[in-house]
């Protein structure tokens, strides 16, 4: 046995007992590389997901309805953080991880590449697309990198606050005058299948899958994860008098799930490589706020050395 296949039995009976991995421990090569590729995703997903949001922080109907939304998008900006500093610790600088965002050579969620067209788009955001990643990152407080677990524990108690102010945003919509009922149900037709494309691609097509459940990186597969979110939500668009656009949707006694249509994976596609609606001004929008945000970068750098210099002194 190489001294390789020793180290690498060793990780994975570690993983079994459900023992966290930490910054220093020994792992392979694969699983590190892995871990950097979701977590810079997931944090990118965080900070351009700010983005359709804070759209609307000047036009929220009350000033109760915008302190809610300037909340959100602040925690947002803060789960960004959290994820680039767990990025950090599998030994990646915060500026490359950055600068792949920044040339579009970095993936984040196709779901932030749609616009946000009304006020009851801000109600769909936080009811299906908060509720879509909370399912989703549920499982990620168990994921066995001890950082990412633990960043996942705040994360997911501020998402789940994030999904009950929207759904709470599209119960009012949907209980007022015919207009809004009218255009809450436009939103749900709009943002239902592009939530369901931010689970990921089949369990078929999804080439990262198999590695990262066997090293407990996810521990639910994107299609289970989907089917979960399907069954909760229908109900709570039933609650609300909504319904789910989806001609196929239909309870299953036998199976005790909703069986429902197909996702359109030519668009998802397409999404994901940069041709989505709204991919280019989402990119546009990030490299202006990093080019305006130069100032402060320089500025904390120079009172940092300026500390370090006395500190020497
Ligand atoms: N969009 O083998 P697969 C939020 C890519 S933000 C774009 O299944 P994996 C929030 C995938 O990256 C929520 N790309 O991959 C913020 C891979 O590409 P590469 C974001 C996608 O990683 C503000 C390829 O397709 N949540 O909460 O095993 C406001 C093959 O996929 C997408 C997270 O990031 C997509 N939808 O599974 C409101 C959670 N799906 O790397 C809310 C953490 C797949 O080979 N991430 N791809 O080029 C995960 O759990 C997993 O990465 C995924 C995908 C389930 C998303």
């Given at each position: 046995m190489t001294d390789l296949t020793i180290l690498e039995e060793r990780f994975q009976a570690k993983i079994d007992a459900e023992l966290k991995i930490e910054p220093k421990d020994w792992m392979p090569e694969k699983y590190r590389k892995n871990l950097i590729r979701q977590i810079s995703q997931h944090a990118h997903s965080e900070v351009v997901g700010m983005l359709p949001e804070g759209n609307w922080i000047t036009r929220a109907p009350s000033l109760r309805r915008k302190a809610i939304l300037l909340a959100k998008v602040q925690d947002?900006?803060?789960?960004?953080?959290?994820?680039?500093?767990?990025?950090?610790?599998?030994?990646?600088?915060?500026?490359?991880?950055?600068?792949?965002?920044?040339?579009?050579?970095?993936?984040?969620?196709?779901?932030?590449?749609?616009?946000?067209?009304?006020?009851?788009?801000?109600?769909?955001?936080?009811?299906?697309?908060?509720?879509?990643?909370?399912?989703?990152?549920?499982?990620?407080?168990?994921?066995?990198?001890?950082?990412?677990?633990?960043?996942?524990?705040?994360?997911?108690?501020?998402?789940?606050?994030?999904?009950?102010?929207?759904?709470?945003?599209?119960?009012?919509?949907?209980?007022?005058?015919?207009?809004?009922?009218?255009?809450?149900?436009?939103?749900?037709?709009?943002?239902?299948?592009?939530?369901?494309?931010?689970?990921?691609?089949?369990?078929?097509n999804s080439p990262h899958s198999a590695e990262s459940m066997k090293w407990k990186i996810k521990r639910q597969s994107n299609d289970e994860l989907r089917q979960i979110f399907i069954d909760r939500t229908v109900q709570q668009a039933e609650v609300i008098g909504l319904s789910v656009p989806d001609p196929a949707l239909k309870w299953n006694e036998a199976t005790q799930h909703y069986d429902w249509g197909t996702i359109d994976w030519s668009e998802f596609n397409n999404v994901v490589a940069g041709n989505g609606p709204c991919n280019k001004e989402r990119m546009v929008a990030r490299n202006k706020a990093h080019d305006e945000g130069a100032w402060v970068r320089e500025a904390a750098l120079a009172y940092a050395a300026k500390k370090l210099k006395r500190k020497a002194a």
């Open positions: 947002e900006a803060g789960h960004g953080l959290y994820l680039y500093s767990a990025a950090e610790t599998l030994g990646t600088s915060r500026e490359q991880t950055i600068d792949d965002l920044l040339s579009g050579k970095a993936k984040y969620s196709s779901i932030f590449n749609y616009p946000t067209l009304t006020w009851a788009d801000i109600g769909a955001v936080g009811w299906l697309v908060d509720g879509a990643a909370i399912m989703n990152q549920v499982m990620l407080c168990r994921t066995s990198y001890g950082p990412y677990a633990r960043a996942m524990v705040r994360i997911c108690k501020e998402e789940s606050f994030h999904q009950r102010q929207g759904y709470e945003i599209m119960a009012v919509l949907a209980n007022g005058t015919p207009e809004q009922k009218e255009m809450a149900q436009d939103a749900l037709n709009r943002w239902w299948w592009p939530s369901l494309m931010m689970f990921g691609p089949t369990d078929a």
